[in-house]
Nanobody, 118 residues
Framework: QVQLVESGGGLVQPGGSLRLSCAASGRFFSTYNMNWYRQSPGNQRELVGGISSGGLRNYGDSVKGRFTISRDNAEKMFYLQMNSLKPEDTGNYYC????????????WGRGTQVTVSS
């Protein structure tokens, strides 16, 4: 069992920055692929980006070059550095831990709200 708690959301002006954190508890954190998703009202949840257990990163097209994902396996922490924020980045951001396999494991945090507005 993995529990995930996001933090770091808030209100920021366009062009500003925020750093989201996801604190994980449980065992074998390093074996999970970690992802950030976001969802805004009226829209489906979308993948922001992720980092595999092996350290490979991927990003959604809308955030490439602006957002950076990282993880600290020793501290069981997962991060999303968001720069050059735009109003369309507004949404609830969720941390996700997934371990693929015949008995796939998939865990979600409760989310942290990010609002980009002047």
């Amino acid at each position: 069992q993995v529990q995930l708690v996001e933090s770091g959301g808030g209100l920021v002006q366009p062009g500003g920055s925020l750093r989201l954190s996801c604190a994980a508890s449980g065992r074998f954190f390093s074996t999970y692929n970690m992802n950030w998703y976001r969802q805004s009202p009226g829209n489906q949840r979308e993948l922001v980006g992720g980092i595999s257990s092996g350290g490979l990163r991927n990003y959604g097209d809308s955030v490439k070059g602006r957002f950076t994902i990282s993880r600290d396996n020793a501290e069981k922490m997962f991060y999303l550095q968001m720069n050059s924020l735009k109003p369309e980045d507004t949404g609830n951001y969720y941390c996700n831990a997934r371990r693929p396999g015949p008995n796939e494991l998939n865990y979600w945090g409760r989310g942290t709200q990010v609002t980009v507005s002047s």
